[in-house]
T-cell receptor
Framework: NAGVTQTPKFRILKIGQSMTLQCTQDMNHNYMYWYRQDPGMGLKLIYYSVGAGITDKGEVPNGYNVSRSTTEDFPLRLELAAPSQTSVYFCASSKGRTGELFFGEGSRLTVL | ELKVEQNPLFLSMQEGKNYTIYCNYS?????LYWYRQDPGKSLESLFV?????AVKQEGRLMASLDTKARLSTLHITAAVHDLSATYFC????????????FGQGTILTVHP
């Protein structure tokens, strides 16, 4: 049982480049989320989705975009990368009944 | 805006001792979660607390929730080295499950 899978695990970007962080889950969860974690801090919600075709902004959405064309996949797009986007990104999913999140292993992004 | 504060932020304990981590939050919620994170790793769900007075125990850890005081505690009994990690509480203050606001985290180090 794979759970939540994120790729890539590590990436270095130059300022102004774009990239997509991939996230897929095999638990048939309707709810999916993207969080970022800065060093020594808690997690902040970037975007979330309550089902295929439905997405909404979280606390820190600027500079990011998402889409949800299937239940399984929830990619996060970074446009025009900036040093402030250097962070560890976690994708998570939940059934929705209890709200308990299941996290992926994280994607460590550095923007230079 | 929902704020979640943990204290202490750093906790150095001797093996065998007891201690409590506190999690205060600023607005009404009856859904609170505790997660554990090992260095460089993802977050692992420890406890899901879904009502006032909820108490959950797993091994040497016990979590409780007082929604009237807007306070959750994570009590550690007879600490062992394997408990060394960062512990986060997270509160769901919204109408959609999983839109969690995280505390800053408590870095726990257990010494022999």
């Amino acid at each position: 049982n794979a759970g939540v899978t994120q790729t890539p695990k590590f990436r270095i970007l130059k300022i102004g480049q774009s990239m997509t962080l991939q996230c897929t889950q095999d638990m048939n969860h309707n709810y999916m989320y993207w969080y970022r974690q800065d060093p020594g801090m808690g997690l902040k919600l970037i975007y979330y989705s309550v089902g295929a075709g439905i997405t909404d902004k979280g606390e820190v959405p600027n500079g990011y975009n998402v889409s949800r064309s299937t239940t399984e996949d929830f990619p996060l797009r970074l446009e025009l990368a900036a040093p402030s986007q250097t962070s560890v990104y976690f994708c998570a999913s939940s059934k929705g009944r209890t709200g308990e999140l299941f996290f992926g292993e994280g994607s460590r992004l550095t923007v230079l | 805006e929902l704020k979640v504060e943990q204290n202490p932020l750093f906790l150095s304990m001797q093996e065998g001792k007891n201690y409590t981590i506190y999690c205060n939050y600023s607005t009404t919620s009856d859904r609170l979660y505790w997660y554990r994170q090992d260095p460089g790793k993802s977050l692992e769900s420890l406890f899901v607390l879904l009502s006032n007075g909820a108490v959950k125990q797993e091994g040497r850890l016990m979590a409780s929730l007082d929604t009237k005081a807007r306070l959750s505690t994570l009590h550690i009994t007879a600490a062992v080295h394997d408990l060394s990690a960062t512990y986060f509480c997270a509160v769901d203050g919204g109408t959609s499950y999983g839109k969690l606001t995280f505390g800053q985290g408590t870095i726990l180090t257990v010494h022999p």
